[in-house]
């Protein structure tokens, strides 16, 4: 721990605006390395940053010898200056660009487990395969967060052959139920890429155009054993339009790496534990559509490129019926029961939403389903960082507009850069009103609406 | 219960002017008329009753006005007490009462001079409470009053926000609601809803159902405190075992991006998941262009009705009373004529009014 320097200035107890960083040239070189990884992905755990590429983490760069920038506090704790550093990460990551909108939303995936006695190795604690359910789980969980309308299916590859483990569901309880034991899939024999990806590749070819599709596949294996031409395979997943993204628990395969490039996925090596969870979790959030951002708005009539998988859909929004109701026949499985949802065209009852109603053949969702989405694509503004005390009128309320927490009555020394306020105020720019920064970060990463104008 | 901890209550009252007045009418329209300031009297009692059930308890308050939203009262940022000890009250429920007393009343002078009314601001007046739950429920920024308690921040206080309305729904609001709803989730925040006045809130209705709260039509409006006090004076954990109302139906019908219509047949883009009442051939939200053949055969497929008004009147005839909102099906060149008259105009007209308003100005975003 360095000593504390005379000319900083502690001002006072509350959160994480009251450290100074002395070395800003420093500061300032971890900006640009951050900020280029911030750029190449959204992701949604701070810190959880990481090249595309097989190099080490580059946010290890950004955190090279921060313990020079760290000072403590006046009661000697650091607790302050690791908030501040937190907060300036976040706030660097509402700062990058968020115009990406095009997404495809309906995705449909293949989880391709490797279940080969590679992965019983001991590199990664307990074991690869161990590892690789638990995170499979926590991904399932997640991707099914993200991505209400989506499916997943689970194929393993062992012994030679691939095998259905999880047919395609929506429901995220009936994937996780399909890897819940894992004695059911115990690793043993060789894998084999080539029969997997046919498994999986058929399994997705019924899908309607509008649906991504998409293979992730986590292998450790050094070694495929296949019955014909891989590349064969892989020309047919090419025409099929399916990504396929691997996550190498062993090192890269001149295989592996040509199956991503090919289809437009992503390839990685996990160097370790931490890193594998990256990796994979960075296949959570839809994949933006490619060679359609041509900037909107101006071309109103006649160039929009045609979207061959776009579609118009319709669906139906429910009423649900509570378990007091009087009881009646569902029309999917002709049982006799309270609960369940209405038809709003037919009045029929079926049981469980997403699906098809069964008499009309309307699809039928829940709208909070797609409202999960929306906050994709009406952001809210970011707030600007108040620079200077002359930008705060006279009159200008002393707390924060949203929780009512005071703010800072003099500038802490030495903050600014980094679209940090030195007052702690955060403006929006539609309502002029000023907020603190935990209330910055918590309305554009959570609640997707400005309690000031409510937009 | 063996929670040593308090829980923590956020109200949100809905404080729409016009809405009120028509609340307090008297009986031939209004079977039980409910003016604001009987309203107030029983909250306060409600209130009281929070704080009092347990010491620990936590309360915030937060006002609908139209076109603003205000923090009533908070308790980890109490008023400076001005107020003379008056022998015959007890001075907590006293501070909270002259507080949110005088703030209304202040917000409604201010009101006064504001001719025009703006569309409901509820939507901000739940965000702002969320950002409060989060300030109160963060263990990084215990305030210093909470450290000077020796209370474990990591432990919420359970926290729940309570919802007081009596606008009919708004549609621009929906995805903000959808918004705030989510976030609640996130919080692990319950949403409970007392729908006062006005028709039954199809968004409410999806709060509540979503985040594991509450929602109560309230039939009896002079019975407001029984309701309140029945219903939602218990936290979430006591809940189980209390068997508080649940709701009857629940209602997942969303609003439309165009016309901000009230829709449960919609026709939505693949690409972004916006909803639509009508085919389009281009999505007005991510500019992705529709296949002829798709539009053509939904047009085919559609319900027989004329266009602006067919699922909205349709669904009015199946559920008559659950469904009164949905009448604005109004494309919006009538809309800015039809806004509502200055002063107080009857009863009937004023929330399609607002709501009509509402779809003119936003529309264009
Ligand atoms: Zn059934
Ligand atoms: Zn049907
Ligand atoms: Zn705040
Ligand atoms: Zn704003
Ligand atoms: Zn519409
Ligand atoms: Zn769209």
């Known amino acids: ?455 | 219960m063996d929670d040593e901890n308090g829980s923590h209550l956020s109200v949100v009252i809905d404080l729409s002017p016009a809405q009120w007045h028509s609340s307090a009418q008297p009986p031939p329209d209004n079977p039980y008329p409910l003016p604001l300031s009987i309203f107030l009297a029983q909250l306060l009692t409600f209130l009281n009753a929070h704080i009092a059930s347990k010491h620990e308890n936590t309360l915030a308050v937060f006002g609908a006005f139209p076109g603003k939203s205000v923090m009533l009262y908070s308790s980890t940022d109490p008023p400076p007490q001005t107020q003379v000890i008056d022998a015959n009250s007890y001075p907590p429920f006293k501070l909270v009462d002259s507080t949110i007393v005088t703030r209304v009343m202040e917000e409604f002078d201010e009101q006064a001079e504001i001719t025009d009314e703006a569309p409901n601001s509820l939507v901000s007046a739940l965000a702002k409470a969320l950002c409060y739950v989060n300030r109160v429920t963060l263990p990084t920024t215990t305030t210093s009053s909470k450290q000077a308690e020796g209370r474990d921040p990591t432990i919420l206080p359970d926290p729940r926000i309570l919802v007081l309305s009596v606008s009919p729904d708004l549609s621009t609001s929906y995805i903000p609601i959808m918004n705030a709803i989510f976030s609640a989730q996130k919080l692990k925040v319950t949403i409970d809803v007392c729908q006062v006045y006005g028709p039954e809130s199809v968004f409410l209705q999806q709060a509540a159902h979503l985040t594991g709260g509450s929602y109560i039509f309230l039939e009896r409006r002079d019975a407001l405190l029984q309701y309140l006090i029945m219903s939602f004076l218990s936290p979430p954990s006591i809940r189980k075992i209390l068997s508080v109302p649940t709701q009857d139906k629940i209602d997942f019908r969303a609003a439309c991006f165009c016309h901000k219509n009230i829709v449960d047949i919609g026709f939505v883009c693949s690409v972004c998941l916006s909803i639509f009442c009508q085919p389009v051939p281009v999505c007005s939200t991510c500019r992705t262009k529709f296949p002829m053949k798709t539009l053509q055969r939904l047009n085919a497929a559609r319900p027989m009705l004329p266009a602006s008004t067919a699922s909205p009147s349709r669904a009015a005839s199946s559920a008559p009373q659950a469904r009164p909102s949905t009448t604005p099906a109004t494309p919006k060149t009538n809309g800015s004529s039809a806004a509502p008259p200055g002063g107080l105009p009857h009863s009937g007209t004023i929330g399609n009014g607002t709501a009509r308003t509402a779809s003119a100005n936003e529309s264009g975003v």
């Open chain 1, 1 to 455: 721990m360095p000593p504390r320097r005379d000319n900083d200035k502690f001002i006072q107890e509350d959160s994480d605006s009251d450290i100074s960083i002395d070395d800003g040239v420093d500061v300032v070189k971890n900006v640009k390395g951050k900020g280029k990884a911030t750029d190449a992905q959204r992701k949604r755990d701070k810190g959880k940053s990481k090249t595309k590429d097989t190099q080490a983490y580059t946010w290890e760069a950004s955190y090279t010898r921060s313990w020079e920038s760290v000072q403590e506090d006046e009661a000697g704790s650091l607790q302050s200056s690791v908030d501040d550093w937190m907060a300036r990460g976040r706030r660097r990551r509402l700062l990058a660009p968020s115009t990406a909108i095009r997404r495809t939303i309906i995705r449909h995936l293949v989880l391709l487990l490797d279940l080969s006695s590679s992965m019983m190795d001991r590199d990664m604690r307990p074991t690869r395969f161990d590892l690789m359910l638990q995170y499979a789980r926590e991904f399932i969980a997640e991707w099914f967060d993200q991505n209400p309308l989506g499916q997943i299916g689970v194929v393993g590859m062992r012994a030679g052959i691939g095998e259905r483990i999880g047919e395609m569901s929506g429901n995220p309880q009936e994937v996780l139920k399909s890897i819940a034991d894992r004695h059911k899939l115990e690793p043993t024999g060789e894998p084999s890429l080539q029969n997997s990806i046919e498994m999986a590749r058929s399994s997705m070819s019924h899908l309607p155009t509008h649906s991504s599709r998409e293979i992730v596949i986590i292998f450790g294996s050094l070694t495929t054993c296949d019955p014909g031409n891989i590349h064969e395979t892989l020309d047919s997943c090419v025409r099929a339009k399916i990504r396929i993204s691997v996550v190498a628990l062993a090192a890269e395969m001149k295989i592996c790496r040509d199956l991503c490039e090919k289809t437009g996925g992503q390839f990685g090596v996990a160097l370790n534990e931490g890193h594998f969870r990256d990796l994979l979790f960075e296949l959570v959030p839809p994949p933006a559509q490619q060679a359609l951002t041509r900037p909107a708005g101006g071309a109103a009539t006649g160039t929009r490129a045609a979207n061959p998988s776009a579609d118009l859909m319709m669906m139906g929004f429910p009423t649900r019926l509570p378990d007091t109701s009087p009881p009646s026949l569902c029309v999917c499985h002709s049982e006799i029961k309270s609960e369940g949802f209405l038809c709003p065209r037919c009045l029929a009852k079926v049981c469980d939403v997403p699906t098809d109603c069964d008499i009309c053949g309307l699809m039928i969702v829940s709208s909070p389903h797609l409202a999960r989405s929306y906050h994709h694509l009406f952001p809210v503004k970011a707030y600007e960082a108040v620079l200077s005390e002359d930008q705060i009128p006279p009159d200008a309320p002393k707390t924060c507009h949203a929780c009512a927490r005071p703010f800072l009555t003099a500038p802490t020394a030495t903050h600014g850069g980094d679209g940090l306020s030195p007052l702690g105020r955060y403006r929006c720019p539609n309502c002029q009103n000023d907020f603190c920064s935990e209330c910055d970060i918590f309305v554009h990463d959570v609640v997707h609406c400005c309690p000031g104008c409510g937009k």
